[in-house]
């Protein structure tokens, strides 16, 4: 059964790097059905989609956000730089398990705090 | 990009009801590569349905979805108290995928 995990700081100050990662369990990223991602959610609200695999980006984040995988350590992991409060949210890491299958699976979630 | 609107917000319903929940795209969603999640608070979201209709592993049968182009519904049967959370659609057929603002199902 896989299963992802959130790893990273959970205060960041303005103007730097937010770092994530996430490990992943119980299967490989080197499957080729398996296409991973980042979502966030602020505080009391919704969900906004951040990326997926290494190249397609929310258009509103794209100049802030990388997105890389270790298939050696078998995680892949989040980048997104110049952070502001309004970066403040809690991030989920996914993975998509099969083609056009939707999110089936998802990390815990890691809260993250944009304060100096 | 595709904005999906849900409606109602809220949807406040006693047990054994039938909850209906409406998701609009701005423009028509590509192959119909539209889901549905549950989030309970504190929780990550779950898959319900994918591809607007199918449900995914594991999901009871009291879950249903329906709809292509743009106007999609989520039907949920037989509310149980198990029920009670947000419920957002998402369309992954053309980047950037979006999300819905979510349905609050409060159980009476």
């Known amino acids: 059964q896989l299963q992802l995990r959130e790893s990273g700081p959970g205060l960041v100050k303005p103007s730097e790097t937010l770092s994530l990662t996430c490990n992943v369990s119980g299967g490989s990223l080197t499957s080729s059905s398996y296409y991973w991602g980042w979502v966030r959610q602020p505080p009391g609200k919704g969900l906004e989609w951040i990326g997926s695999g290494s190249t397609h980006y929310n258009p509103s984040l794209k100049s802030r956000v990388t997105i890389a995988v270790d298939t050696s350590k078998n995680q892949f992991s989040l980048r997104l730089t110049s952070v502001t409060a309004s970066d403040t949210a809690v991030y989920f890491c996914w993975v998509e398990t099969a083609y056009y299958y939707g999110i089936d699976v998802w990390g815990q979630g890691t809260a993250v705090t944009v304060s100096s | 990009e595709i904005v999906l609107t849900q409606s109602p917000g809220t949807l406040s319903l006693s047990p054994g009801e039938r909850a209906t929940l409406s998701c609009r795209a701005s423009?028509?969603?590509?192959?119909?590569?539209l889901a549905w999640y549950q989030q309970r608070p504190g929780q990550a979201p779950r898959l319900l349905i994918y591809?607007?209709?199918s449900r995914a592993t594991g999901i009871p049968d009291r879950f249903s979805g329906r709809g292509s182009g743009t106007d999609f519904t989520l039907t949920i049967t037989r509310l149980e108290p198990e029920d009670s959370a947000v419920y957002f659609c998402q369309q992954y057929g053309d980047s950037p995928w979006t999300f819905g603002p979510g349905t609050k199902v409060e159980i009476k």
């Open positions: 423009q028509s969603v590509s192959s119909s590569y």
């Open positions: 591809a607007a209709s």
